[in-house]
Nanobody, 114 residues
Framework: QVQFVESGGGLVQPGGSLRLSCAAS????????MYWYRQAPGRGRELVAT????????NYAPSVKGRFTISRDNAKNTVYLQMNNLKPEDAAVYYC???????WGQGTQVTVSS
C-alpha cells in the first residue's frame, strides 16, 4: 500500500534551517507530482510546496516562497523540503503526499522557538 515516512523535523531557533525528507513506497514514485503540506495546532492542513514528476517545475505557498525549496530524487523515492530562515509561524507538523490525497504519513514536527 501507499506509504509516506517523513523525517528531519525538530526544534530550531528563528532564522535557522531544517531539511525534511519523505520516503515514499507502494507506488511508482516518478509518475506522481508530490506535495508537502503542514498543519499547525487548531488550523487546517495547508499546502506548502509542490514538485512535478521530473522535478522540473515547483510551486510554493506565498508564505514560504523564497525561503523553502522542494526537491526530489526519483531513484531514492524521496522528496525533500529545505527550509531556511524559519519563522515561528512555520511551526507545524509537515506531511508529504500525492494525489488523490488519501494516504498520509505520521508527519514530522517542526518547532521554531528561541
Amino acid at each position: 500500500q501507499v506509504q509516506f515516512v517523513e523525517s528531519g523535523g525538530g526544534l530550531v531557533q528563528p532564522g535557522g534551517s531544517l531539511r525534511l525528507s519523505c520516503a515514499a513506497s507502494g507506488f511508482i514514485f516518478g509518475t506522481y507530482t508530490m506535495y508537502w503540506y503542514r498543519q499547525a495546532p487548531g488550523r487546517g492542513r495547508e499546502l506548502v510546496a509542490t514538485i512535478t514528476r521530473a522535478g522540473d517545475s515547483t510551486n510554493y505557498a506565498p508564505s514560504v516562497k523564497g525561503r523553502f525549496t522542494i526537491s526530489r530524487d526519483n531513484a531514492k523515492n524521496t522528496v525533500y523540503l529545505q527550509m531556511n530562515n524559519l519563522k515561528p509561524e512555520d511551526a507545524a507538523v509537515y506531511y508529504c503526499t500525492k494525489a488523490p490525497f488519501r494516504s498520509w504519513g505520521q508527519g514530522t514536527q517542526v518547532t521554531v522557538s528561541s
